[in-house]
Each structure stands twice: as C-alpha cells, then as structure tokens.
C-alpha cells in the first residue's frame, strides 16, 4: 500500500536552501520516492492551517518513506534542511 510524507515547509533562507534542494532528489530515488506536489499557491478549504508551502512524496509503502527518512543519505542534508527553513513532516499509509 502506497504512503505519503507530507511537509508543510516554510523556508525562510532560500539561499541556503538550495544546497539541500541540490541533494534531496538523488536520496528520495534511491527509496523509490516520488514528489507528487510542492507548492505555495494553497486554498484553506476549512480550519485554520495556512501553511507556506506544501509538499506531497509518495513512496511504495510506510517501510519505504520511513526508509528513506532514516537513511544516512537523508540524515546527512537534513541539517541542510534545517538551517534553512522550518518544516514539519508526517507519514499518511495511503488507503
């Protein structure tokens, strides 16, 4: 079963995000992860949650993402990541 990682990023260096964004897709396929979305222009349909930008990654099953989240590739940018923006992550198993 499918399963999505969700980000809400907000990136406040974009300068300093680059060298993150340079390095993140060559880790997603090495787990088989796909960007499904990544954008700023959102519509808040209900609530309250406005976030800057929303990205969507799909992987093959929940292993997969968690897979790649935890591998040494990804651990390695992930202060890349954090020095240049704040940014929040959940796993979603897809139906």
Do not use: C
């Amino acid at each position: 079963m499918s399963a999505y990682i969700v980000v809400d990023a907000n990136v406040h260096d974009p300068e300093a995000f680059k060298a993150y964004a340079e390095k993140v897709g060559a880790t997603l396929k090495a787990h088989g992860g796909k960007p499904l979305a990544s954008s700023m222009d959102t519509e808040s349909l209900e609530g309250t949650w406005d976030p800057a930008r929303v990205v969507i990654l799909e992987f093959a099953d929940a292993a997969a993402a968690k897979g790649w989240y935890d591998s040494p590739e990804y651990q390695e940018i992930i202060p890349l990541r954090q020095v240049a923006a704040t940014d929040s992550l959940v796993l979603v198993p897809g139906l």
